[in-house]
Nanobody, 127 residues
Framework: QVHLVESGGGMVQAGNSLRLSCTASERAFTTYALGWFRQAPGKEREFVSSISASGVTTRFGDSMKGRFNISRDNAENRVYLQINTLEPEDTAVYYC????????????????????WGQGTQVTVSS
């Protein structure tokens, strides 16, 4: 399987920002749509953001619009999630995932489209 490794999580104070990154072992990563999901204690895993293989299309979860941004660096087989003005409610394990089969301009919202997942990185936001 494609190996995905997240980094950039940690404990931060509310109001600060973080940039999470996810690096893939596979060069074909450049042709995959990519997504970020998160799961907080006691909650379902939820969609955060996704970006198409082309980079043209980005999508965000309904509760993430405004403070989140997603970008990719195909030369480095890497995808980023920028979270600004962190809130305690952002505390969760954040996972990156790769979707190898969607169209070049498609960015999916549903976990079932993603075949490869990272181990997750913990983000803890204190008030």
């Amino acid at each position: 399987q494609v190996h995905l490794v997240e980094s950039g999580g940690g404990m931060v104070q509310a109001g600060n920002s973080l940039r999470l990154s996810c690096t893939a072992s596979e060069r074909a990563f450049t042709t995959y749509a990519l997504g970020w999901f998160r799961q907080a204690p006691g909650k379902e895993r939820e969609f955060v953001s996704s970006i198409s293989a082309s980079g043209v299309t980005t999508r965000f979860g309904d509760s993430m619009k405004g403070r989140f941004n997603i970008s990719r660096d195909n030369a480095e087989n890497r995808v980023y999630l920028q979270i600004n003005t962190l809130e305690p409610e952002d505390t969760a394990v954040y996972y990156c995932a790769a979707d190898p089969y969607s169209d070049v301009d498609s960015a999916q919202r549903f976990a079932s489209f993603y075949d490869y997942w990272g181990q997750g990185t913990q983000v803890t936001v204190s008030s």
